[in-house]
């Protein structure tokens, strides 16, 4: 896991000493699933994203995540929360205020994170205002789930050939395996079978209080009801899951949004979220 700034990776301590006019303001922006800090660039200028816009716009100093997205959620969430407190503690600029953006696993990577730090009592997430997240399946992701339930069928058909298929199966991913049930936490995985049928249930967790938690979703149709956006979401998450629907912690309805039109990779790099990512965190600024 590492923290990069204008294409260079960075030492926690030198993360804001690379930007000349650092204010304090740090944007740290997960990737998700399979990709690198790429993803965030706009296809037709890859030298804007929404950290160069953040910056150009806010003030924000924006830090690009890369992390390995096979390892298990909860160990990439642990691993988090120790790089935030030491930028925190070892930048030579003091850091005033922090913003998360998490992209798909990314919002799930950096929920886990906040629950860490939560539980150790860590001085960063004091320091944070906004967690947007894009995309996040909260409630778990169908088509982990449906891998899921065809390796189990396959294995108990019995045979030597179903079992080999069942095999290659299983060669999924922790961390994609542990978006069944968007496992934020080791006790969801550690000593339990990851390829049981019913392996574990998601845990509930509360998002951190004195945050404001921001949710994007995408949609295939122009509408949220329209059946192809009811039945695919954006092609990945259905809408209520990047909502947080039924977590028990259910956002206000001006914190969630649904893009008409733009699937699930779309999100992290279009100019209609940039304008609602650019509103939230720049709300009391006189950004609109």
């Not at 399979?34 to 100093?61: K, P, Q, V």
């Not at 039109?261 to 509103?279: F, Q, T």
Request: charged share 20%.
């Amino acid at each position: 896991m590492g923290l990069y700034h204008g294409g260079v990776r960075v030492e926690p301590g030198a993360a804001l000493a690379t930007d000349a006019s650092a204010s304090g303001k740090v944007c740290v922006l997960i990737h998700g699933l399979g990709n690198n800090e790429a993803i965030w660039a706009f296809r037709r200028d890859r030298g804007r994203s929404y950290g160069s816009l953040l910056h150009d716009d806010l003030g924000f100093t924006p830090l690009y995540l890369r992390y390995n997205t096979g390892l298990h959620i909860s160990e990439n969430g642990e691993a988090l929360a120790s790089l935030l407190e030491a930028v925190v503690k070892e930048s030579p600029v003091p850091v005033r205020e922090l913003a998360l953006l998490g992209y798909s696993m990314g919002g799930l990577v950096a929920r886990s994170a906040c629950e860490v730090a939560r539980r150790r009592g860590l001085g960063w997430l004091a320091l944070v205002r906004h967690v947007v997240y894009l995309a996040a399946p909260h409630l778990g992701a169908p088509l982990e789930k449906a891998a899921n339930a065809v390796a189990w069928a396959l294995r108990e058909v019995g045979l030597p050939q179903t079992k080999v298929v069942a095999d290659v199966f299983a060669l999924r991913s922790s961390g994609v395996k542990d978006l069944r049930h968007a496992s934020l936490h080791r006790e969801a995985w550690d000593g339990v079978d990851p390829d049981a049928l019913r392996r574990g249930e998601r845990i509930e967790t509360p998002f951190p209080p004195g945050v404001r938690h921001h949710f994007v979703a995408g949609s295939l149709g122009p509408s949220e009801r329209h059946l192809a956006t009811r039945l695919f979401g954006d092609a990945m998450v259905r809408v209520a899951s990047a909502s947080a629907r039924g977590t028990g912690h259910a956002p206000a309805p001006s914190d969630v949004r649904v893009i008409p039109g733009v699937h699930h990779v779309g999100l992290a790099h279009h100019p209609a979220v940039y304008e609602l990512i650019r509103g939230w965190l720049g709300e009391g600024e006189g950004s609109t």
